[in-house]
């Protein structure tokens, strides 16, 4: 599908003249900088950080758009993806007038956010197997639709959604699909960012939270359409990755074969404690998973999860979850973790 981005932004953004921070008016070198009231004696600690940082965060996003083979003017970066969400929903949704719709059991951010901005959430809930409903989809949607979150694999569920369903959600609708990618570097499936370049209504996250070890420092992504891009570029706060973040980030990626060596171990660890639950008394249904945890069906997961803290060991409830009834979520920690996690399971009844 090709929509018309700009009839999708929000009218007052559109026309909204964006702040212009002292490093975008002046960005080339200069000997001496007395433009941004920063401390030209330096900082209480070591490093250049009396300076701002990069608002556009250059060279880190040319470091993760090759990675992810993709250009620069398709990168965004956020403080985390949460952030991401927000701005998608504060640049296109218009509060009391557009909606969004999401697809549930998933991340419930996209609700809060949605929420938090006065902006109306239609639910399109998955179907038993945790697959999209793209009828249900399609039939929700209408003129003030104007972002349909996805969730591939989805969080709290572990599947990755049938990629036919999520084409087919793209090509019939006029309004941005995002698809939430925080764990795809544990699935099998490609990954949509191939997609943008055909479809400008795609819009992929990705997090350096999960696989890549750095939930402390808020590292979140969007690949998209250069027009959406722009738009996220003109509502962000002007320095909203801070310099230690985006330094950090940079040396990871250049450590990306550790991070290779754990997706595979997680991988394997998680087929091993799959194997190891299905085979416990408590245990009704241990759901496929493209992620770093299991969604688990047990007898009672309120007894599950105390009798895990009691043991010191936490785990996620999800029953409340649309369809998640009597389900607990399970991140697939170091083996010596998972064993421990099982001993306990082992020993309920
Ligand atoms: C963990 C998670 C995120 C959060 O990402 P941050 O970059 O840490 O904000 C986003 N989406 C899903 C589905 C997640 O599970």
């Known amino acids: 599908m090709r929509v018309d981005i700009a009839s999708l932004v929000r009218p007052g953004i559109a026309r909204l003249v964006p702040y212009k921070n002292a490093r975008a008016e002046f960005d080339s070198s200069a000997d001496i900088f007395l433009n941004a009231n920063e401390n030209s004696y330096g900082a209480p600690i070591t490093g250049n950080f009396n300076r701002y940082p990069d608002p556009l965060q250059r060279s880190l996003k040319v470091r993760l758009a090759c990675l992810n083979a993709t250009h620069e003017a398709n990168c965004f970066i956020g403080n985390g993806s949460d952030e991401v969400i927000d701005l998608l929903i504060r640049s296109f949704c218009e509060p009391g007038i557009d909606n969004v719709i999401i697809c549930p059991p998933t991340y419930g951010m996209y609700e809060v956010s949605a929420r938090i901005n006065g902006v109306e959430v239609r639910e399109a809930p998955l179907t038993t197997h945790f697959q999209l409903d793209t009828d249900a989809i399609v039939n929700c949607a209408d003129k003030n639709t104007k972002l349909i979150f996805l969730c591939s694999p ?196």
């Not at 019939?172 to 795809?184: F, G, K």
């Not at 099998?188 to 890549?212: C, D, F, P, Q």
């Not at 085979?279 to 770093?292: C, G, K, M, Y």
């Open 154 to 349: 989805n969080n709290p569920t572990g599947n990755a959604l049938t990629r036919a369903d999520v084409m087919r959600i793209v090509d019939a609708v006029h309004a941005l699909v995002v698809v939430d990618e925080a764990y795809w570097d544990y699935s099998s499936s490609a990954s949509y960012i191939g997609e943008i370049e055909r479809h400008n209504n795609v819009v992929v996250m990705r997090t350096l939270s999960k696989a890549w070890g750095l939930a402390g420092l808020r590292i979140g992504m969007a690949f998209a359409d250069s027009e959406v891009i722009a738009v996220l570029n003109k509502v962000k706060p002007p320095y909203n990755v801070n310099a230690v973040s985006q330094q950090l980030a940079l040396d990871a990626v250049e450590n990306e074969s550790i991070v290779q060596q754990w997706i595979r171990l997680t991988i394997r660890e998680r087929e091993n404690v799959r194997v190891l639950l299905e085979e416990l008394p408590i245990v009704r249904t241990v759901f496929p998973s493209d992620a770093n945890f299991l969604l688990v069906r047990v007898t009672s997961a309120t007894e599950a999860h105390g009798a895990l803290l009691r043991h010191g060991i936490v785990v996620r409830d999800r029953s409340t979850m649309l369809g998640c009834e009597q389900c607990v979520r399970i991140t697939i920690g170091t083996s010596e973790e998972n064993n421990r996690l099982i001993d306990v399971l082992k020993q309920c009844k």
